[in-house]
């Protein structure tokens, strides 16, 4: 009888990972390390945001093509902008275009970014949430919400990061990622946080999102899942933007072997070093579990 994960790995090595200094796959690669990400038995693998660059599409082409066996491939984008239908955002087309069974899309929770940085009102922003998660759902896409800026935008203001999240479900989003943009929180905030919002939205499936900023990227994941996350994203060898994201290659091993957490990866322990190894040099190693 197979024993369902308690807990779900969502991979960015392939897109947030990408956005690391002197980090960069080619489409080959990328494909490569689809297949181990998915011979390892990650659950989700973010591939990249197509219409940010020629590369990620053309991945995206081909990566329709893939027999994979047990992970999901995703597409990110972000919710529609301001003031126009979600079918006539060119950037949420692109997403359908995409063609994968999972599209993650984040939005704004603090409202400190909804006036500055959208220049649009509270009540737009929760309709740009809701309509872009519904319409991608009626396009027969599994809707990852990915909130992001989330932890600060809860401590600035608990009740508007509430509704965003409540739009983001009302439009049918399956999983909602609490996101630590800037990797600035530690581990008590993570899992006070993370708790709340596991209350308020009993039946929600809640996952995290950690950058490592703070040099406790691995700790706040954890300490997401102690707070009742079944989701953790994050990127092999910690690849990511400024110090990184939180780091897959610590966090599974921590998940299975020390807090006794079900994985559904969680048999392939043995092959961890030379997944590692494979995504550091960019998916040129031979296969998962062979010796170099
Ligand atoms: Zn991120």
Not at 145 to 162: L, V
Request: hydrophobic share 35%.
């Amino acid at each position: 009888m197979k024993t369902e994960p308690q807990v779900l790995i969502y991979d960015t090595t392939l897109r947030d990972g990408t956005q690391g200094e002197g980090i960069s796959f080619s489409v080959s690669s990328k494909l490569r390390l689809t297949e181990k990400l998915d011979q390892f038995g990650i659950d989700f693998i973010e591939g990249g945001w197509p219409g940010s660059n020629p590369r990620d599409m053309a991945y995206f082409e081909k990566a329709q093509h893939l027999r994979l066996k047990h992970a999901k491939v995703a597409a990110f984008g972000s919710t529609r902008r301001a003031n126009i239908k979600a079918q006539d955002d060119p950037q949420l087309q692109l997403l359908l275009e995409a063609e994968t069974p999972v599209v993650t899309i984040f939005g704004k929770s603090w409202l400190l970014h909804v006036e500055e940085v959208l220049r649009t009102t509270p009540d737009e922003n929760l309709r740009m949430i809701e309509e872009s998660v519904r319409f991608l759902v009626q396009e027969g896409r599994e809707v990852i919400y990915d909130a992001e800026h989330f932890y600060d935008g809860y401590s600035d203001n608990p009740e508007y990061a509430n509704k965003t999240i409540a739009a983001a479900l009302q439009g049918g989003a399956v999983y909602i990622a609490l996101c630590d943009t800037n990797g600035g929180r530690l581990v008590q905030d993570i899992k006070e946080i993370t708790a709340g919002v596991i209350d308020g939205f009993p039946q929600a499936k809640i996952g995290v999102h950690c950058h490592n900023d703070s040099g406790v990227g691995v700790a706040v994941s954890l300490a997401g899942v102690e707070a009742g996350a079944i989701m953790v994203q994050g990127t092999f060898n910690g690849f990511g933007e400024r110090i990184g994201n939180a780091n897959l290659t610590s966090i599974i091993p921590n998940l299975v072997l020390k807090m006794g957490v079900s994985l559904s990866c969680g048999k392939s322990q043995e092959n961890l070093r030379d997944l590692s190894g494979c995504v550091g040099d960019g998916g040129r190693r031979g296969p998962v579990g062979k010796a170099p």
